[in-house]
């Protein structure tokens, strides 16, 4: 699953894109796991998201609570679902 953001931490806008690993980092942080986000999730899951994607692209974010103090604001953009196997859906499955 990949999810595109928007992030406007500290007045600066900014996007970013998740990754496995990000997922996988929020799924240990918040005992969660991916499925859960097709029920909803809470804005702390996609701040952490967003941070930790900021975080893997090189970018200055500090510690997740002193990082998320300046947020502003995240939203999604747009997502997709990702396909591990690369095995193409069938409709007997």
Same mark, same amino acid.
């Not at 899951?45 to 692209?57: C, N, V, Y």
């Not at 609570?65 to 069938?90: F, R």
């Given at each position: 699953?990949?999810?595109?953001?928007?992030?406007?931490?500290d007045s600066v806008v900014q996007q970013c894109e998740t990754s496995l690993?990000?997922?996988?980092?929020?799924? $240990?942080?918040? @005992? @969660?796991r991916a499925g859960d986000l097709a029920q909803g999730f809470a804005i702390?899951?996609? !701040?952490?998201?967003?941070?930790?994607?900021?975080? $893997?692209?090189? @970018?200055?974010?500090?510690?997740?609570? &002193?990082?998320?103090?300046?947020?502003?604001?995240?939203?999604?953009?747009?997502?997709?679902?990702?396909?591990? &196997?690369?095995?193409? !859906?069938?409709?007997?499955?």
């Amino acid at each position: 699953m990949k999810l595109q953001l928007k992030v406007t931490h500290d007045s600066v806008v900014q996007q970013c894109e998740t990754s496995l690993i990000v997922i996988v980092q929020w799924e $240990r942080k918040y @005992k @969660k796991r991916a499925g859960d986000l097709a029920q909803g999730f809470a804005i702390e899951d996609l !701040a952490f998201m967003a941070w930790a994607s900021l975080k $893997r692209a090189g @970018k200055p974010v500090g510690e997740f609570e &002193t990082w998320l103090d300046k947020l502003d604001e995240v939203e999604v953009l747009g997502g997709e679902e990702s396909n591990p &196997t690369g095995a193409a !859906a069938t409709a007997d499955n």
